[in-house]
């Protein structure tokens, strides 16, 4: 049966996995690019709002340095 107490993060996860059951052959280019770099649902998935917001203020941040420095 469902679970109504399921977090975003499981249905996501859960999402990902059925789509790589269907699609497996399709995804292989992704599967070989991730491997090497990461994805950044990934990344996002596991810092949480609270670091994702971090990030994105760091680049920001680091955006404008680099602006006002050139």
């Given at each position: 049966?469902?679970?109504?107490?399921?977090?975003?993060?499981?249905?996501?996860?859960?999402?990902?996995?059925?789509?790589?059951?269907?699609?497996?052959?399709?995804n292989?280019?992704?599967?070989?690019?991730?491997?090497n770099?990461?994805?950044?649902?990934?990344?996002?998935?596991?810092?949480?709002?609270?670091?994702?917001?971090?990030?994105?203020?760091?680049?920001?941040?680091?955006?404008?340095?680099?602006?006002?420095?050139?």
């Amino acid at each position: 049966m469902n679970e109504p107490t399921r977090s975003p993060e499981r249905q996501r996860e859960k999402r990902r996995l059925e789509e790589l059951k269907r699609n497996s052959s399709g995804n292989l280019n992704n599967s070989f690019n991730r491997a090497n770099s990461g994805g950044l649902v990934d990344l996002v998935g596991s810092l949480g709002w609270k670091g994702t917001f971090l990030l994105i203020l760091a680049i920001i941040i680091g955006y404008v340095i680099v602006s006002l420095l050139i």
